[in-house]
């Protein structure tokens, strides 16, 4: 039994001298796993040390708007603009039709003069180069283009009158006539100063065969131009226009000079006839029944008051009185008639 236990413990330790030893230290392998992890851990850790060092910021309040105070204020009552007044504008006169109203009947081929009554509502002046043009319609045999007689400032009323004659065939006729200022722009009357006015006619046969008599305006023509002239010699007047010298000199009426046999006279020119009263200022039924003449008027201290009858250039029936005779200058009152 001891050779037994003693042949087993040899045997072990035998086996024991004979174990191999290692000859390489094994390299432990890295999981990438755990690496990972604790990559992760690390920079966890550092970031969380990190934001405990730093001091925490304090934001500043937010802006906060403070309420500005309403300023009271007392509006001020709405100032109502001026309206421009136009330069050019007519409006009607009262009344506006002085002679054939709408609607009159004419026989064929009457004469008739035309009256308007105007108020210049504009803000400038018509002056004489104003004129009343005709527009559109029938211009009822009228000269196309008349020039006023006379300056209307803003305010002023002047009465037109043109003379027409009616057509010879039946019907109804309208004739539309406008102003028209220096620079030849038309104008008229209207809300807009634009409108045209008129005169309208109804030209009928008479009822019988007996001719109607030509209309009459009135049974005495009306005053279609009056005033007081200052002529120096050698000036020609036109009596139909008013205007002294005109520049067409076939307009003039008569010619106040002196010469040699007659130191002072007035001479008619351009077919103007008159006749030279005893005495008094005559009247239109003196004139149209006076004994008319070409004579040159011999003028001296005595002719103070004389009236004269004339018959114009134009065809108009006319008186004349002397105010004033100072040799170089005469002064004169006239009256023309219009066309009856």
């Known amino acids: 039994m001891k050779k037994q236990i003693l042949l087993i413990t040899c045997l072990l330790i035998v086996l024991s001298g004979c174990r191999q030893l290692p000859t390489d230290t094994e390299i432990p392998t890295l999981d990438a796993t755990a690496l990972n992890q604790t990559a992760v851990f690390r920079v966890t850790a550092d970031y969380e040390m990190t934001q405990s060092a730093l001091p925490t910021a304090t934001l500043p309040p937010a802006n906060t708007s403070t309420p500005i105070a309403t300023i009271e ?151 279609y131009l009056e005033g007081t002239v200052v002529l120096g010699l050698g000036d020609q007047f036109d009596l139909d226009a008013n205007i002294i010298n005109p520049q067409d000199n076939t307009q003039a009426d008569f010619l106040y000079q002196a010469g040699d046999l007659v130191p002072i006279r007035l001479t008619p020119i351009n077919s103007t006839q008159w006749f030279k009263l005893d005495e008094g200022v005559p009247e239109y039924a003196d004139c149209l029944n006076a004994d008319l003449n070409d004579e040159i008027l011999a003028l001296d201290d005595q002719s103070f008051g004389d009236g004269i009858c004339a018959q114009t250039s134009d065809g108009r029936l006319a008186r004349l009185v002397i105010d004033q005779l100072s040799g170089d200058q005469i002064t004169i009152t006239y009256l023309v008639w219009s066309k009856p």
């Open 73 to 223: 204020r007392t509006r001020s009552s709405a100032s109502t603009p001026t309206p421009e007044i136009a330069c050019n504008k007519a409006a009607a006169g009262n009344p506006f039709d002085i002679t054939i109203p709408d609607g009159t009947k004419m026989v064929p081929n009457a004469s008739f003069s035309k009256t308007w009554r105007l108020k210049n509502v504009g803000s400038c002046t018509w002056t004489r180069q104003y004129g009343v043009i005709f527009f559109s319609g029938n211009s009822l045999s009228a000269f196309q283009t008349h020039y006023l007689l006379q300056e209307v400032s803003p305010g002023g009323i002047i009465d037109i009158t043109i003379d027409m004659q009616a057509p010879a065939i039946p019907g109804n006729y309208q004739s539309n006539w406008m102003l028209q200022d220096a620079e030849g722009d038309f104008f008229g009357i209207g809300p807009n100063g634009d409108a045209p006015f008129w005169v309208q006619i109804e030209v009928v046969y008479p009822a019988t065969e007996t001719p109607l008599p030509t209309i009459m305006v009135t049974a005495t023509p009306r005053v």
